[in-house]
């Protein structure tokens, strides 16, 4: 399966093919081949140990990650404002 990517944006996704993550590296992964898209989406650690690269529940061991992204650092609590 290929993506069009819309113009004039540039995809956070990058693809298995061209790169992976770094070892123990938490990412998002696609997998495109699972048939409820509400769990195409997986965050999980990449070990790069062979049979199973990424650290997926044994439920999703057969399936080939296509793309992945780095997560987004996590949100700043707000300062509290005292008047």
């Known amino acids: 399966m290929s993506y069009i990517p819309i113009a004039g944006t540039i995809s956070p996704w990058i693809p298995c093919s061209e790169r992976l993550p770094e070892v123990r590296q938490l990412v998002l ?3 495109p ?3 409820n898209p509400d769990e195409q989406y997986k965050v999980t650690r990449y070990t790069g140990a062979h049979p199973f690269p990424w650290n997926l529940h044994h ?3 057969h399936y080939d990650v296509t793309d992945w992204m780095p997560l987004p650092t996590a949100p700043v609590p707000a300062e509290v404002i005292t008047a």
């Open 29 to 31: 992964v696609f997998i």
């Open 59 to 61: 439920d999703y061991w």
């Open 33 to 35: 081949e699972i048939a």
